[in-house]
């Protein structure tokens, strides 16, 4: 079945540092890809998301590029701040009528000032 | 504007015990989808409903667990019997129909069922 694999974290990182959190997945057919965010205390947020091969997500300085030849969805920012510190999912929602999403497992960044 | 709102935030059940959980989606959201989290695990999908049909219950994990949404708006999910394994936050998230399969899922703050 289809499946989302995630870098383990935590990951923490100083403000104004490069971040990139590794995110495959296997499905079949053509997915569509997302990173969601949990801050503190919150509910999930969708961040950004990509529905075909080469596309970028893009939001609040965060990307994404959907590579289906390495079956890959990298979530990157080039400098972070103390207030992206959360949780970041990465999921899938395969092709046709599927509407569920399958999740990565999560993972924590802080952001340390 | 209202986003999707879950009640109670926090449940304390009794091993054995039935619990109900609601969720408010998004008005006029077509699709509802109820996910289970476990702590430091991302969410399982449970299931999904498109107005008041339950199209997919293929991630229920027993027959314990029961869903619905008589009216096409509001939403309950009912565990019987509960037991310690069933201790998790769960997620209740609506989005609109259309016509792609990309459409976003607004998520409400969940509730954090714990079994003692």
């Known amino acids: 079945g289809d499946s989302v694999t995630q870098m383990e974290g935590p990951v923490t990182l100083s403000e104004e540092a490069f971040l990139t959190i590794n995110c495959t997945y296997t499905a079949t057919g053509y997915p569509s890809l997302f990173w969601y965010v949990q801050y503190p205390g919150e509910g999930l947020q969708l961040l950004l998301k990509a529905t075909k091969a080469d596309d970028k997500g893009s939001n609040k300085g965060f990307e994404a590029t959907y590579r289906k030849e390495t079956t890959s969805f990298h979530l990157e920012k080039g400098s972070v701040q103390v207030s992206d510190s959360a949780v970041y999912f990465c999921a899938l929602k395969g092709g046709g009528n599927n509407r569920k999403l399958i999740w990565g497992l999560g993972t924590s960044l802080a952001v340390n000032p | 504007g209202a986003g999707v709102s879950q009640s109670p935030r926090y449940k304390v059940a009794k091993r054995g015990q039935d619990v109900a959980l609601r969720c408010d989606p998004i008005?006029?959201?077509?699709?509802l989808f109820w996910y289970q989290q476990a702590l430091g695990q991302g969410p399982e999908f449970l299931t999904y409903f498109q107005n008041e049909a339950q199209l997919d219950k293929s991630g229920l994990p027993s027959d314990r667990f029961f869903a619905e949404r008589p009216e096409g708006s509001v939403s309950t999910l009912k565990i019987q019997r509960t037991q310690q394994e069933d201790s998790a936050v769960y997620l209740c998230a609506s989005s609109t129909r259309g016509t792609s399969v990309a459409n976003e899922q607004f998520f409400g703050p969940g509730t954090r069922l714990t079994v003692l």
């Open positions: 008005s006029g959201h077509v699709s």
